[in-house]
């Protein structure tokens, strides 16, 4: 069993930063690929960022050089750092890990950006 444990949500003003953490927990065995996705009211979840194995990162175009995901300290640990958040942003976020390929999710975090 996997468990996925989010902090870091709140409100902020547009223009300014959040960083949202996770770290997975459970019968995992090596660094798996690990990312972020959000789901605002209305719309379906989608793809924020995402780290493989190996470190590589892919990004939604939208919050290409505003937002970096990156590895904690624990094995399978990351963190998203949000910056210049705008009220579009405004979701909540799920930790999500891959593990033979199986998806886990965390329980979601809120991020609300007032304008």
């Known amino acids: 069993q996997v468990q996925l444990v989010e902090s870091g949500g709140g409100l902020v003003q547009a223009g300014g930063s959040l960083r949202l953490s996770c770290t997975a927990s459970?019968?995992?065995?090596?660094?798996?690929?690990m990312g972020w996705y959000r789901q605002a009211p209305g719309k379906q979840r989608e793809l924020v960022a995402t780290?493989?194995?190996?470190?590589?990162?892919n990004y939604a175009d939208s919050v290409k050089g505003r937002f970096t995901i990156s590895r904690g300290n624990a094995k399978n640990a990351v963190s998203l750092q949000m910056n210049s958040l705008k009220p579009e942003d405004t979701a909540v976020y799920y930790c999500?890990?891959?593990?033979?390929?199986?998806?886990?999710w965390g329980q979601g975090t809120q991020v609300t950006v007032s304008s």
């Open positions: 999500n890990i891959v593990v033979y390929g199986k998806d886990y």
């Open positions: 459970g019968s995992i065995f090596s660094i798996r690929p």
């Open positions: 780290i493989a194995s190996q470190g590589t990162t």
